[in-house]
C-alpha cells in the first residue's frame, strides 16, 4: 500500500467521511499534502463546531484556511 492511502484512511476516520465521493477528496489531498500538513487541516477542520454534520465541507474549508496560513505566514 503506499504511504498516502494509508494518511486518506486515517483522515477519513478522523474527520469521519464514509462516502466514497469524500474519500476520493482525502486521497487526492493526501497525495500532495505532507502527513504533518493533512493533521494540520484535520485539527483546523475540527475546530468547527458544524464539522460533524458536514465532514467533507469542513475539511476543505480547513484545506483553504491552512494553504492562506502558509502563503501569509
Known amino acids: 500500500m503506499l ?10 476516520e ?3 467521511i464514509a462516502d466514497k465521493k469524500g474519500q476520493g477528496i482525502l486521497m487526492r489531498f ?3 499534502y505532507s502527513p ?7 485539527e ?5 463546531n ?9 475539511f476543505m474549508k480547513a484545506v483553504g ?3 492562506k496560513e502558509g502563503k501569509n505566514g
Open 65 to 67: 484556511i491552512v494553504n
Open 14 to 16: 478522523k474527520m469521519e
Open 3 to 12: 504511504p498516502f492511502v494509508s494518511v486518506a484512511l486515517a483522515t477519513a
Open 44 to 48: 483546523v477542520a475540527q475546530s468547527f
Open 50 to 58: 458544524w464539522w460533524h454534520s458536514y465532514p467533507t465541507a469542513a
Open 36 to 42: 504533518e500538513k493533512m493533521g494540520h487541516i484535520i
Open 30 to 32: 493526501a497525495k500532495m
